[in-house]
């Protein structure tokens, strides 16, 4: 017989005999004829409790059964008679696949997250971390099916590219050149006689890609990982990181801010409606007020507000900032949670910011120091999404590279899309670990993402 998932057997409505179940052991007790062993196989955040008796052939292997340890049982699903789970299996027979040693790291206690991170191989079996991990597979899923309910189609992006959306510098580079002894050209290393004929990096966004296709198909994203070199330890900084990316063409800025709303609302309305179960363990554990912070997001209407008025209120706020704020300095954390948690109390968006703190793609306002661009700011996490309404007409694209120092032959293709059928387009990124931190109330993102990539640290 195959295997049921204990997620299924704990839903069962009825008695089920013959059933067979299997997965790690949690935890166990030994009476004088009795085991009483909680297993679980990381469908659900409950254990499944099992009852082996003394008339098993092996039940002095069984009573030495650890934490950790692997087994496969066959048995009787029945209402149980002790407190605290509707079912447990009476075992026919118990196999066990494998036995962990003492040694096994995870003991029935709280481990510290510190710790967890290292020992990453084996934190997806904490309670916890399963339910990160079953809440960032629901959460692919559900944005899958949002972009499909509204017609856009999934574009795979390149990770291997050569240019630089965000223009910031900081990139991975690609190369099959030899270090030790490297081509060199007039002092410099000589990419030209490098696998690709010019410099390679890993991607930062799959946005300028998804434009194109915007430009042919209509509605589009992408979904994939990206990259970025920044030498930062903050609990916000990874070096690999996965964005959403949609990219909509005939759209302005401000369809662009309904349908990011929109997308934020979907996603944590299926949070609420489809996690219920591993949503509970971050209440309790985490944060008191997570489900009173989901609650709000899909019931506010975000606030939409320019810049400049922001940056007046943080300035009136008589707030002791770390970080100064005046116009044309860009929003930090501490600014945009105070704009969501204490003055609107909501997520607020945040429009036409100043164009010299942002990238060279977005569109250019008509008061010229200005561009369409938003950023969706939602309560404990910050900037959730960065967006904008990208530049479509081709001589304010051009003067945006010149005044940026970007190499206009490096984007002749980008600069063709402005050529040849160019129409208003506008899209967003959104980062899905900080939806996963915003949705679980978890405050490093170093703990939503299963191996952390960060500076010095690139085990597992």
Known sequence: M????????LKSETPRANIVAKGWVRTKRNSSNFSFIEINDGSCLENLQIIADES????????????????AVSGNLIESQGKGQKWEVAVKAMEIISLAPDSYPLQKKRHTDEYLRTIAHLRPRTNKYGAIFRIRSELSFAIHRFFREKGFRYIHSPIITGSDCEGAGELFKVTTIDFENPPKKDGKIDYSRDFFGTEANLTVSGQLSAEMFALALGDVYTFGPTFRAENSNTRRHVSEFWMVEPEMAFCDLY????????????????????????LKLFTRFVDKNLQSTLENIVQSEFKRIPYEEAVEILIKSGKNFNFDISFGKDLQTEHERYLTEEFFKKPVVVYNYPKNIKPFYMRLNDDNKTVAAMDVLVPRIGELIGGSQREERLSELESRLNETGLSKDNYWW????R????????????GFERLIMLVTGTNNIRDVIPFPRTPNSIEF
Do not use: W
């Not at 098993?56 to 087994?71: C, F, H, P, R, W």
């Not at 980008?414 to 899309?417: E, M, P």
């Open 255 to 278: 369809e662009d801010v309904d349908i990011a709303e929109e997308m934020i609302k979907y996603l944590t309305t299926y949070v609420l409606e489809e996690c219920s179960d591993d």
């Open 56 to 71: 098993l052939q092996n039940y002095e292997d069984i009573k030495k059964l650890t934490t950790g340890s692997a087994v």
């Open 2 to 9: 195959h295997r049921i998932k204990i997620h299924n057997l």
């Open 414 to 417: 980008y600069l063709d899309s």
């Open 419 to 430: 050529r040849f059928g160019t129409v208003p387009h506008s899209g967003f990124g959104l």
